[in-house]
């Protein structure tokens, strides 16, 4: 039996996840482009912010200090123009959960810091710190991001124009798609 092949719903002005999914993008991109281009222009610094966290050395900081704004550049740009938005969403999230671990391990050790996240880290007064602050922010937006690993569709998204709506097989033709695997068994 043939398959009967229909495509997803075109995102809608008038449908309230394809909003939804429109903010989750923006929000966090324009997080992560800001603070990349923040970083990037100071790698110096921001690497020296890495190792106020006292969890790498040197090495690792530099490294970390180069590639980090470059990642989180191309991840905010990616997510605002809705570019291959459920990976970009996802390497988001696994950014905003390293930054999250690395939050709880200054505050659990006792370190005042501010966290670096735009660029300006570094040890602060421990009446200064903001680590309620800065986890739930990184709580709210991994949360949005998320919601586009799960559903990536949104309103004005380049993956709707370039790509358009996927497609996906009807009730009946995975039935019939079930039936045909088993009596080829």
């Known amino acids: 039996m043939l398959a009967v092949m229909s495509r997803y719903p075109e995102p809608s002005v008038r449908y309230w996840p ?18 990349g281009i923040v970083k990037v222009t100071n790698m110096a610094d ?19 200090a180069h590639s980090l704004p470059v990642i989180e550049i191309a991840v905010g740009a990616m997510l605002i123009a809705g570019l291959l938005t459920r990976w970009s969403a996802l390497v988001t999230m696994l ?3 390293a930054f999250t671990a690395g939050i709880v391990w200054v ?3 006792g370190i005042s810091i501010d966290c670096g996240c735009f660029g300006q ?19 709210v937006m991994t949360v949005m991001c998320g919601w586009l690993v799960m559903r990536p569709r949104s309103l004005f998204s380049l993956d709707q124009a370039l790509f358009g709506s996927p497609i996906r097989f009807s009730e009946e033709s995975q039935t019939d798609i079930a039936k045909t695997a088993e009596t080829e068994e």
Do not use: H, M
């Open 107 to 109: 505050w659990s050790q």
């Open 95 to 97: 950014l905003l959960l």
């Open 121 to 139: 880290g570094g040890e602060v007064a421990p009446e200064n710190t903001q680590y309620p602050q800065k986890l739930a922010e990184n709580l």
């Open 18 to 35: 394809d909003w939804v999914g429109l903010i989750a993008r923006l929000i966090p991109g324009v997080v992560f482009l800001y603070a």
């Open 46 to 64: 921001f690497a020296i912010d890495i190792r106020a966290y006292q969890l790498v050395g040197w090495d690792v900081s530099n490294i970390l």
